[in-house]
Each structure stands twice: as structure tokens, then as C-alpha cells.
């Protein structure tokens, strides 16, 4: 059922949409939201129990998977602590995207299809990952982060192999556990967040594979495989499938743990992958065809409002108006200040670091707001 959302006057002036409304950038007249997004950029937060869920379209044909699973489709766990997500978030961080983002991000979520996201550092695009799971309840976030040394196994699993036989009783006496001459292989194997993210949940999960152009030439093409048949195999549990078909691991949801069956891992739903880049790097045409692309723009005057509103609540008074347009247009249409750099800026205005002198506060306002392209302050 579509919705029509009235949008925000142009500017920084459109409290609403800071206090979570939906509004869809700047300008006159309205946004028609289509019928077939999911995620819609509301602001809400909602909790994997929670009884009235977002439905999720059907996957295609081709994007089906059968899981590797003996005991049925796993409830996604609900976060020990929702800190991470209200830090991020703020309390209802609604209509902070730019309607094109949200076309490709629910195509990405119709079509089961990783999202890359690309732009400059502080525009939000490891932020999209936590507001996808908190609007459709898909739990905590996943989370991997990539460095230049980061392999394919650090994301599916890591295996204590020498933490095992260091706990190994000692010659002609047995495990007090009756293991056997070495404790249980469950106890030292820990699924990463990709694997984690590939076990049969019945509803996705969402992994946010962050700044993968900081990793080594192979991995997008490592994930290849991995993007395309949702699925992976543990070797070292597929060893002992025929004595021991079925070993309880520990997940990247720390004191969450399952099953896994004959050492294999595959998922019920594709999960919600969200990859970020900032552009240091081409991926290889084999693997962009096999994402969605988008750029994420820095955002406007009213989104930033938006934001400032979710962080600091309810309606922003004219001094905070006042700053988020002398940000906008410090920032012009480069994006070299980042929204982090505005909200430090605004927290010291609400504790009173502008009220001594003006000259005083102009400074510390210039040393917040620093060009990122370069060592000096603007």
C-alpha cells in the first residue's frame, strides 16, 4: 500500500523530519514512497520478538537456498545490549536518506544481492547496515571489519587448534569430559560474522562487511563464491561428520551458540549484506555483478537535522539551526567535513562552550571542523 509523505521545507528548519518523520529531501510538493520498498528510512526500532514484524518479500528463483540443517530455521537472538544501535542511531533516526539510496537498498534486499556502498568517510554508509536491522528487526549487526591482512577464514570461522591440545589431558588419562584423548571440537571453534551470518536464520540477518578496499587484492573475489551459493564448509568438522555428525559452535553473537551439521553452513535467507568502501580501490567486474551499487551522498541540510534531532531529541532551537547551516555551508559541495565533525560541534554548543565569547567559540567551532583532506584547519 503506497503512503504519501509530505516533504520537509527546504533547509534545516524541518524539525519533523529530525524527530523521525519521513521526510524525503528538499523542496515542494510530495514523496509517493513506493509500495514495494521494505525498508523505508522510518527511524523505528524494533526487536527480532517483537510480535509484528515488516514482511520480507520472497527471494528469486535463482537466490533460494535449501539449509544444511537438521533442526529447522533458527530465531535470530535478540541483542544482549541494543547500546551499539541507540548510539549510532539516536533515539528515532528517521528521513536521513536520500530517496535514491533507498531504491537500491530494497532492490538489494528483493533480490538477495549484496549492497556496496561507496562514498566519503563519514556519510553514513556503515550507519546504513544498524538502521536496515533496527526498522525490520533483524537483530544485531554483524560486523566485520577488513584490514589489509584480513583472509576469507577470519569472516567464516576461527579454529583454536593449539588452545585444543593445550587443554588435552595428559598421556593415558582421559578428558573429565569423556572427549576422549582431546577435549570436544566444539569448544575451540568460533563461527566469524560471515559465517555466522550464513547459518539458516528464518529471517536474514544483516552483515556489514566494513571498508573492504582496505583488504588484500583477493578477498572480493575469496567472497565470490561464497555471495553466490550461501554456503560454506568447516574441514575440520567434516572430518569427523561420520563419527560426530552434529557439533555445537560459538558464533559471532558471542553467547549465542547452534548447530552445525556434517561441518556445513548454509543459509535459510541471504543475509542483508551492506559492504562499505571508500573508494581507495576498483573491485574486480566479477564481483560488482554481483552486488548493487550506490553512492552515498552527504547529506543535506535537512537530513542533518534529521540527525542532529535523533542524537540530541526533540525540536532544534535556532542557535543548533543556526550551526547545522553555517555547516552546510562550510562543507559546500565537497564532502570534506563529515556529520561526526557536526555533531561534536553541536554537543559543545549545548554545554555551553559558545555562551563565554564569540571569538573563542569560533575558534574551537574552526578546530572542530577541520578539512578531512587535508592537516589544516579550515
Given at each position: 500500500?503506497?503512503?504519501?509523505?509530505?516533504?520537509?521545507?527546504?533547509?534545516?528548519?524541518g524539525?519533523?523530519?529530525?524527530?523521525?518523520?519521513n521526510?524525503?529531501?528538499?523542496g515542494?510538493?510530495?514523496?509517493?514512497?513506493?509500495?514495494?520498498w521494505?525498508?523505508?528510512?522510518?527511524?523505528e526500532?524494533?526487536?527480532?520478538?517483537?510480535e509484528?514484524?515488516?514482511?520480507?518479500p520472497?527471494?528469486?528463483?535463482?537466490?533460494r537456498?535449501?539449509p544444511?540443517?537438521?533442526?529447522?530455521?533458527?530465531?535470530?537472538p535478540?541483542p544482549?545490549?541494543?547500546?551499539?544501535?541507540?548510539?549510532?542511531?539516536?533515539?528515532?533516526?528517521?528521513?536521513?536518506?536520500?530517496?535514491?539510496?533507498?531504491?537500491?537498498?530494497?532492490?538489494?534486499i528483493?533480490l538477495?544481492?549484496?549492497?556496496?556502498?561507496?562514498?566519503?568517510?563519514?556519510?553514513?554508509?556503515?550507519?546504513?547496515?544498524?538502521?536496515?536491522?533496527?526498522?525490520?528487526g533483524?537483530?544485531?549487526?554483524?560486523?566485520?571489519p577488513?584490514?589489509?591482512?584480513?583472509?576469507?577464514?577470519?569472516?567464516?570461522?576461527?579454529?583454536?587448534?593449539?588452545?585444543?591440545v593445550?587443554?588435552?589431558?595428559?598421556?593415558?588419562?582421559?578428558?573429565?569430559?569423556?572427549?576422549?584423548?582431546?577435549?570436544?571440537?566444539?569448544?575451540?571453534?568460533?563461527?566469524?560474522?560471515?559465517?555466522?551470518?550464513?547459518?539458516?536464520?528464518?529471517?536474514?540477518?544483516v552483515?556489514?562487511?566494513?571498508?573492504?578496499?582496505k583488504?588484500?587484492?583477493?578477498?572480493?573475489?575469496?567472497?565470490?563464491?561464497v555471495?553466490e551459493?550461501g554456503?560454506?564448509r568447516v574441514?575440520?568438522?567434516?572430518?569427523?561428520?561420520q563419527?560426530?555428525r552434529?557439533?555445537?559452535?560459538?558464533?559471532a553473537?558471542?553467547?549465542?551458540?547452534?548447530t552445525?551439521?556434517?561441518g556445513?553452513?548454509?543459509?535459510?535467507?541471504?543475509?542483508?549484506?551492506?559492504?562499505?568502501s571508500?573508494?581507495?580501490?576498483?573491485?574486480?567486474?566479477?564481483?560488482?555483478?554481483?552486488?548493487?551499487?550506490?553512492r552515498m551522498?552527504?547529506?543535506d541540510g535537512?537530513r542533518?537535522a534529521?540527525?542532529?534531532?535523533?542524537?540530541?531529541?526533540?525540536?532544534?532551537?535556532?542557535?543548533?539551526r543556526?550551526?547545522?547551516?553555517?555547516?552546510?555551508?562550510?562543507?559546500?559541495?565537497?564532502?570534506?567535513?563529515?556529520v561526526?565533525?557536526?555533531?561534536?560541534?553541536?554537543?559543545?554548543?549545548?554545554?555551553?562552550?559558545?555562551?563565554a565569547?564569540g571569538?573563542?567559540?569560533?575558534?574551537?567551532?574552526?578546530?572542530?571542523?577541520?578539512n578531512l583532506?587535508?592537516?589544516?584547519?579550515?
Open positions: 500500500m503506497s503512503g504519501t509523505v509530505d516533504r520537509a521545507t527546504e533547509g534545516t528548519s524539525d519533523a523530519a529530525g524527530a523521525g518523520g521526510g524525503r529531501g528538499g515542494g510538493g510530495g514523496f509517493t514512497v513506493p509500495h514495494w521494505v525498508f523505508r528510512d522510518t527511524g526500532h524494533r526487536s527480532p520478538r517483537d509484528v514484524l515488516p514482511k520480507l520472497p527471494p528469486p528463483t535463482w537466490r537456498f535449501r544444511e540443517s537438521e533442526r529447522g530455521p533458527l530465531t535470530v535478540v544482549a545490549d541494543g547500546h551499539d544501535t541507540r548510539r549510532r542511531l539516536g533515539r528515532r533516526r528517521g528521513g536521513t536518506l536520500d530517496p535514491k539510496v533507498l531504491h537500491v537498498v530494497n532492490a538489494a528483493h538477495r544481492r549484496p549492497l556496496l556502498v561507496t562514498g566519503a568517510p563519514g556519510t553514513g554508509k556503515s550507519t546504513l547496515a544498524h538502521q536496515i536491522a533496527s526498522e525490520l533483524l537483530g544485531g549487526v554483524l560486523w566485520w577488513v584490514v589489509s591482512r584480513t583472509t576469507l577464514r577470519d569472516g567464516l570461522y576461527d579454529y583454536d587448534a593449539i588452545g585444543r593445550q587443554d588435552a589431558p595428559q598421556p593415558g588419562r582421559r578428558s573429565p569430559a569423556g572427549d576422549g584423548p582431546l577435549p570436544g571440537i566444539g569448544r575451540y571453534l568460533t563461527l566469524g560474522p560471515v559465517g555466522t551470518a550464513l547459518l539458516p536464520w528464518k529471517r536474514p540477518r552483515l556489514l562487511v566494513d571498508e573492504l578496499d583488504s588484500d587484492v583477493d578477498l572480493p573475489n575469496d567472497l565470490l563464491h555471495f551459493e554456503e560454506f574441514p575440520e568438522l567434516e572430518r569427523l561428520a563419527s560426530q552434529q557439533v555445537e559452535v560459538a558464533t553473537d558471542h553467547d549465542h551458540r547452534v552445525v551439521t556434517a556445513r553452513v548454509r543459509c535459510a535467507e541471504f543475509p542483508v549484506v551492506v559492504i562499505t571508500n573508494g581507495e580501490r576498483d573491485f574486480p567486474p566479477a564481483f560488482r555483478r554481483r552486488c548493487l551499487e550506490v551522498p552527504a547529506p535537512q542533518l534529521a540527525m542532529v534531532a535523533s542524537h540530541f531529541g526533540g525540536a532544534l532551537d535556532e542557535p543548533t543556526e550551526l547545522v547551516r553555517e555547516f552546510v555551508e562550510r562543507r559546500g559541495d565537497t564532502a570534506d567535513l563529515a561526526d565533525q557536526l555533531l561534536n560541534t553541536v554537543h559543545m554548543l549545548t554545554n555551553g562552550a559558545a555562551e565569547d571569538s573563542s567559540w569560533r575558534h574551537l567551532r574552526d578546530a572542530l571542523w577541520r583532506s587535508s592537516d589544516l584547519s579550515p
